[in-house]
């Protein structure tokens, strides 16, 4: 009894010095990253297209102050701010637009790129239009870009902002499965429901392995919409909108803050 008593003590022990250290760790990280600045990056899931208050400056790029940058600047206020997501965005945009923010005082970087690369609006608006056959050939044909060209384009930008901002904590951001399966819902069948989400599967990993390799930090937001996708009782994304077509499939304020603000709060 004594032993076993022993080793339940022991065990609590590490383990409260273990939640001590990875406490102490995480707080750490997020004041560097308020030290030196946040610059966040990226596409529209980052600009925070579809959930409205856009700032009237920001123009096409459609900056939300309800996107989760704005959110997390606003909760802990960096010595320095810069919101460059923009709708749109793809790879290439980030490299010739987004990194005049990055320096070498830059704490933290936040950035979603990858998914208009990939060709998100056409596979969306094929999928919507079309035959599931056509909707799965066109999937096939968007993951096989993944698998060939966007590693590299990946690669590119992340080794753009490691150049520039040599001192950051960069917090990749991934994107949210769209569909709620097994339900009934008007709309696409669940055939393309569970092709469209397979591919969103398919290039979350392809973009966390990226980061990995860079040694970012890959925020996964599937497990926060998890219950909150298109066709479940609550959905944080829009479905199609033909008034204001762009804002179609893109996470509403909900998401922002629900779905995306908490893996970057966590991550930086």
């Known amino acids: 009894m004594r032993r076993s008593r022993l080793v339940v003590?022991?065990?609590?022990?590490?383990l409260a010095v273990g939640t001590a250290l990875t406490g102490a760790a995480t707080a750490?990280?997020?004041?560097?990253?308020?030290?030196?600045?946040?610059?966040?990056?990226?596409?529209?899931?980052?600009?925070?297209?579809?959930?409205?208050?856009?700032?009237?400056?920001?123009?096409?790029?459609k900056r939300s102050t309800k996107a989760y940058p704005y959110l997390w600047n606003a909760a802990h206020a960096p010595s320095s701010f810069t919101f460059a997501a923009c709708s749109g965005?793809?790879?290439?945009?980030?490299?010739?637009n987004q990194l005049g923010g990055l320096s070498s005082s830059?704490?933290?970087?936040?950035?979603?790129i990858g998914g208009n690369d990939a060709g998100f609006a056409d596979v969306m608006t094929t999928c919507v239009l079309s035959s599931d056959s056509t909707c799965l050939s066109r999937i096939n044909t968007a993951k096989a870009y993944v698998d060939s060209t966007l590693p590299g384009k990946l690669?590119?930008?992340?080794?753009?902002?490691?150049s520039k901002a040599p001192n950051a904590r960069v917090v990749v951001l991934g994107y949210p499965r769209f569909y709620k399966l097994g339900t009934t819902c008007i709309g696409l069948s669940e055939t393309k429901r569970s092709a469209i989400n397979a591919a969103a599967d398919?290039?979350?990993?392809?973009?966390?392995?990226?980061?990995?390799?860079?040694?970012?930090?890959?925020?996964?937001?599937?497990?926060?919409?998890t219950g909150h996708e298109i066709c479940s009782s609550s959905s944080w994304l829009?479905?199609?909108?033909?008034?204001?077509?762009?804002?179609?499939?893109?996470?509403?304020?909900a998401g922002q803050s629900?779905?995306?603000l908490p893996v970057l709060t966590n991550a930086a």
């Open 89 to 96: 965005a793809r790879t290439d945009e980030v490299l010739a």
């Open 9 to 14: 003590f022991v065990s609590s022990l590490l």
């Open 106 to 112: 830059t704490g933290l970087v936040s950035i979603s």
């Open 28 to 61: 750490q990280a997020s004041n560097n990253a308020v030290a030196g600045g946040y610059v966040a990056l990226g596409d529209s899931y980052s600009s925070g297209v579809g959930a409205g208050s856009y700032i009237s400056s920001s123009g096409d790029c």
């Open 202 to 225: 398919h290039l979350d990993n392809a973009i966390a392995q990226r980061a990995a390799a860079h040694g970012f930090v890959f925020g996964d937001v599937r497990t926060t919409f």
């Open 258 to 260: 629900g779905g995306y």
């Open 155 to 162: 690669d590119a930008v992340y080794n753009a902002i490691r």
């Open 238 to 253: 829009r479905s199609v909108n033909w008034l204001n077509i762009r804002e179609s499939y893109h996470p509403t304020a």
